[in-house]
């Protein structure tokens, strides 16, 4: 018996190819479709599901058991599935070819400005842009996209290159640890036989002083000892007169009497008898820093070996430096001086007086004075005032004062020493020869932030040397 139905129900119903070209167990068109031996087809996360909890893998239509078997992709099944969604106008999920959006055409052009692929009509959208077939936009954004991989490229080069130096920054961290040990030790053992010596030296003064003050009793001891004996001696030589006869003793009384009589002096108490225990304990602590002043030098500024240039050689108690005879091997850490053979010193001020003396000695070129805490450590600069430095310099055997331009300083010698005095009140730095004392030359200026002393020997084998300050002890 026919059946009559209608055209919505025709039109509803799937038809028999979209049958053929559904999964069933999603039920919906395959989707990267693989083939089992036993003929079946499924969508290959489809058939991973079903198989992901199970024992033993079987065919979910057929139930054959397909243990060790690898599901084979379908090719021809997966390229009918597009073709049917592309004559539907469907997007395909995954697909090689994607439709536009919004007009659900086939993109063929790339729009530069929006760097987007487009179809045909959405030409009118991007009205005044440049347009590019597909196939040519592709190398068109691999060009730019291969510039900006050079730029990445460059910067992980750039990363290993400062992984690279950080790892050498711990190596050198690490030597700069053991050296500053090993010369504290040193120096600590330097102090200590110093020490060794004031306490054997104390200790010996003090024993003598203990055996001459003994001796002076001993001798005291012996002297009233004997005159104890003659004491004693003629008390008993009065005492047997006195047991002589009644006669004889009233004849002989005058002379006992006379002899009775002790002329000597008495023995009297020993001023100084007792171990001078001031002078040996009192202070202690002082008068061993007092006399042991003459081994230890005070340096009124010392060097910074973290800005000294690697062209420079820096003595180990940071107090001078001079060429180095090859390039040192120096982490690139940003406060070293490189190019320029510079050193900084360790301290910078903002307040108060210092004063500190340079031998520069036969140098035949050098720069010594103050600077600012941001002055170009990593390129060559010009030594001004303007750039933060005042300072004085020899240069071609012409002493000036590193203004802009250059002022000439007059010199009736040849000053082997400079003295640098820094008033951060006045906010003035000035120069003199420190053998005679004569002025040199005075800056006046704006001092913002810290002032560091500046020393540039040059490439001078002669050190450029701070000298030790006199330590003087001033008493109420």
Known sequence: MAVNMSDEDITDRPSLLETDLTCPVCKELFRDPVLLSCSHSFCRECLEASWKHKSTKECPVCRKCCD???????????????????EKGWRIPGGAEVLCGLHQREMQLFCIKDETPICVECVILHSGHDFLPLDRGVPFCKEELNIKISILCEKLEYFRRMKRRYGDTVTFIQTQSEEAERQIKQEFERLHQILNEEEAMRIQALKKEEEQKKQLMKEKIDSIAREITSLSDLIQSVKREMGAEDLTFLQNFQTLKRRAQWTAEDPQKVPGALIDMASHVGGLGYKVWENIRAHIKCFPVLMDPNTVSPWLYISPDYASVKESPERQSFPDNPERFDPCVFVLGSHGFTSG???WDVHVGDNPKWILGVCRESITRKR??????????????LSKGMYSALTTPRTELTVERRPDTIRVKLNMEKEEVSFWDASTGRHLCTYTDKFTGKIFP??????????????PAKITIHKK
């Open 353 to 355: 007086h210092h004063r």
């Open 454 to 467: 500046l020393f540039g020997p040059g490439l001078q084998s002669t050190p450029m040397a701070i000298l």
């Open 380 to 393: 060559k600069f010009t030594v001004t005032t303007s750039g933060g430095v005042w300072s004085i310099g």
């Open 68 to 86: 060790g078997e690898q599901p084979i992709p379908n090719r021809a099944l997966k390229n009918t599935c597009e073709s049917y969604q592309k």
